[in-house]
């Protein structure tokens, strides 16, 4: 009767996940055309953004 119970302990806690993980996926919420406009346009001046700190740490990693 234990190795039951542990059995739908197990089970239930690995379904429960999987229901959770499917529902996040399922409602996650889309980036609006403006919002993934603005996304890419900070992305790319944080690309164009060469600090000389950052290209000696390149250097360094080098």
Known sequence: MAEL???LVVA???AL???VIAYA???RRR???PERARRD???DRLYEEETPEAV????RLL
């Open 41 to 43: 346009a900070k992305v």
């Open 5 to 7: 119970s542990w059995l």
């Open 31 to 33: 980036l609006t055309a």
């Open 56 to 59: 000696g740490a390149v250097v």
């Open 12 to 14: 239930g806690g690995a």
């Open 25 to 27: 996926l399922i409602n």
């Open 17 to 19: 996940m999987g229901l």
